[in-house]
């Protein structure tokens, strides 16, 4: 027996055209949407007629507001931007002037005590006798101890050609005499030590005497004329005798006068002197 042939079908075209995908359809049907927004809103644009125009400002009625809420937090975060930058450029330059400040605060310092340094040393240039002299600056840097109950160290010696018995000044007059010259530092004995003498002539009667220390502030007067013409308030001067210290050097002012007694104050300041001359006196 011959097997059956089935009769050829024909293909459905129903079922052909469902076969096409449902993506390809919806593509189809956007792209056609799309195009035909695209041609109305154009013609829209074009158009010039009130309808138009009201709807298009009722648009932008709505869309503004939108827009200018939206934008705040982008507006918000720009500010927070540069305000950070801002401060972070602050800040450096803060630090900068920081610096600065210290910089200057250390050079007006340093130029201060400069300033009071150039001014100390001036002043002993106004006390040194004319004639000829040199002298050597130098700075007390202590008290010294020993037989010598009032005594300073100062910090030039030999090297800076300082010797014993050269009178010692300051800004305000004579201070003492060097005792002890060592190579780069020396001792100075005071006029207000009791081991001290120093002559001196009064500057308005011209009496000459003697002053002498007593291990005290103030200095007493000894051989003084019988008849004395001295009175408070005169101030003495080294008077040069003895070849020790030289003429014309401020010691100090006659304070008070009892009887024989005469009590001279000296000029130097002892709790604020720093700077002294050392004075090499040619006779």
Do not use: C
């Amino acid at each position: 027996m011959l097997p059956l042939r089935m009769p050829a079908r024909r293909p459905n075209r129903a079922v052909t055209l469902r076969a096409i995908p449902t993506r390809q359809w919806a593509g189809r049907l956007g792209f056609v949407f799309l195009l035909t927004l695209a041609v109305a809103l154009f013609a829209l644009g074009r158009a010039n007629n009130g309808t138009v125009a009201n709807f298009r400002a009722g648009v932008n009625d709505v869309l503004v507001p939108v827009v200018d809420v939206v934008s705040k937090p982008v507006d918000a975060a720009r500010d927070v931007k540069l305000w950070v930058s801002e401060m972070a450029g602050l800040r450096a330059e803060n630090l900068a002037l920081k610096s600065q400040v210290a910089q200057l605060m250390q050079w007006q310092s340093a130029a201060t005590e400069l300033r009071a340094e150039n001014e100390a040393l001036r002043k002993l240039i106004h006390v040194v006798p004319a004639g000829k002299v040199s002298y050597v600056a130098a700075r007390i840097v202590g008290e010294s101890g020993g037989p010598y109950v009032r005594s300073s160290l100062i910090n030039g010696g030999l090297e800076d050609g300082i010797a014993n018995e050269q009178a010692v000044v300051s800004a305000e007059g004579l201070v003492g005499r060097v005792v002890d010259a060592g190579k780069s530092s020396s001792r100075v004995l005071l006029i207000t030590d009791i081991n001290s003498r120093v002559p001196v002539i009064s500057e308005r009667s011209r009496e000459r005497s003697i002053a002498s220390g007593n291990n005290s502030d103030v200095l007493t007067l000894d051989y003084v004329e019988s008849g004395s013409r001295m009175e408070p308030g005169e101030r003495l001067l080294t008077s040069g005798d003895g070849g020790v210290f030289p003429p014309g050097i401020p010691v100090g002012v006659i304070s008070a006068i009892n009887g024989s007694i005469v009590m001279v104050q000296p000029l130097t300041d002892w709790n604020r002197m720093e700077y002294v001359s050392v004075v090499s006196y040619e006779f």
